[in-house]
């Protein structure tokens, strides 16, 4: 029997609920495989722990969460806490600590599901995000604050190492799919020295990957060309910042933030790597139970087939499609159907596969 270590992190608001629901899911696969299980640990790293503690993350936190096989996150954000607060102390803490620098986001239209875009059938993406640099690399500074000279800076940090790397599990993504197409997203006309650098270190790294299509699209082009002409995108690399808002927009137009998963790798395992459905604490809906738990089963699927469990991945994102095909949806997607119901309903169409 083989096992996984798998620590988990709900957070905050509607992300308790997803992690809960895909827990369950999580299990029903292992009994229904027999071939393996998990050991999850719960760790109560949330805002209200930092409300009444100060921290998000104990003394000696990650050490302790090095030790395990994937980190199963659900969403970090409060309406106590700053939201700068709040995602430096958890999860960029998390992100940074163990080098998770490949943000893998797909994007497809699920069966079932409808998107607002007229075509959107025909997207099937997936973003690479840079994680550990870039816009969000936390170097800057305030000075003379509050007073009317008051500046802030906000400094982009770009390194060939980080940029390297980035692009080689991009193109090496690329090259794994069928249609080998990687789009280069820049905004090197107006940013002249990170971002040029940006593409300089893609086009030397694309020498090595001849199998694959490439070309070049700024960041601002990339939003129409995702509406307009979604076909003509496989896997799309880009820095931290810009990945993070077109992968909101992809999230949207393949019919809800609800559905979107995401992964971040430590592509070499020096660390753990950490698997979390990409939207927020959701406070308008939190606590109410109808969260849409889809995002949450799809990143489950991806932390499977990192742990090795390719058949049991591939298992779960057919039940996926079979959920969403059925029509049973959460209202975010214009049903009635509750987590609890959603969880239910593919828990019960694993067991009987
Ligand atoms: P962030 O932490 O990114 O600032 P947020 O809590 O402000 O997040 P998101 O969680 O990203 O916002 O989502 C925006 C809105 O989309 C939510 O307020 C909610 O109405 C809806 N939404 C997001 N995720 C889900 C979900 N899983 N099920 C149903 N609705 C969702």
């Keep these: 029997m083989r096992g996984h270590r798998v620590a988990v992190i709900p957070g905050d608001g509607i992300g308790l609920e997803v992690i809960e629901a895909g827990k369950q899911v999580l299990e029903a696969l292992a009994k229904k495989s027999g071939d393996f299980q998990f050991e999850f640990e719960d760790f109560d790293w949330c805002s209200q722990r930092y409300l009444e503690k100060g921290e998000y993350i104990p003394e000696g936190g990650l050490e302790r969460l090095s030790k395990f096989d994937a980190i199963y996150f659900g969403a970090v954000g409060s309406q106590d806490v700053p939201d700068h607060v709040s995602l430096w102390e958890l999860r960029l803490a998390i992100c940074q600590g163990f080098d998770q620098y ?118 601002d082009a990339v939003t129409t060309r995702m509406v307009l002409k979604p076909e003509t995108m496989d896997v799309i690399v880009a820095t931290n910042l810009h990945a993070d808002i077109i992968s909101d927009l992809a999230a949207a137009l393949s019919g809800s933030l609800g559905i979107a998963p995401t992964a971040n790798l430590n592509p070499e395992g020096t660390f753990p790597s950490m698997f979390e459905p990409i939207h927020g604490s959701a406070f308008d809906i939190a606590g109410q139970g109808i969260a849409n738990p889809v995002g949450s089963f799809w990143t489950a699927a991806m932390m499977l087939e990192h742990l090795g469990e390719k058949t049991a991945a591939e298992c779960l994102m057919a039940a996926i499609e079979r959920l969403t095909a059925s029509g049973l949806q959460t209202q975010d997607l214009g049903g009635t159907a509750t987590t609890r119901d959603v969880t239910q309903a593919i828990c019960s169409d694993i067991e009987s596969q």
């Design 102 to 219: 490949a943000n893998v986001r797909p994007a497809r239209v699920l069966p079932g599901v409808n998107s607002r875009l007229k075509g959107a059938d025909e997207i099937d993406w997936v973003i690479v995000r840079e994680n550990s640099e870039g816009e969000y690399s936390g170097n800057g500074g305030r000075v003379h604050q509050g007073f009317p000279d008051e500046v802030g800076t906000e400094v982009s940090v770009f390194t060939r190492k980080g940029l390297e790397r980035i692009h080689r599990f991009a193109f090496n993504l690329a090259q794994s799919r069928p249609r080998k197409k990687l789009t280069l997203v820049t905004k090197s006309n107006a940013q002249r020295h990170g971002m040029v650098l940006w593409d300089e270190v893609f086009f030397e790294v694309a020498k090595a990957f001849p199998e694959v299509t490439i070309d070049r699209e700024l960041v």
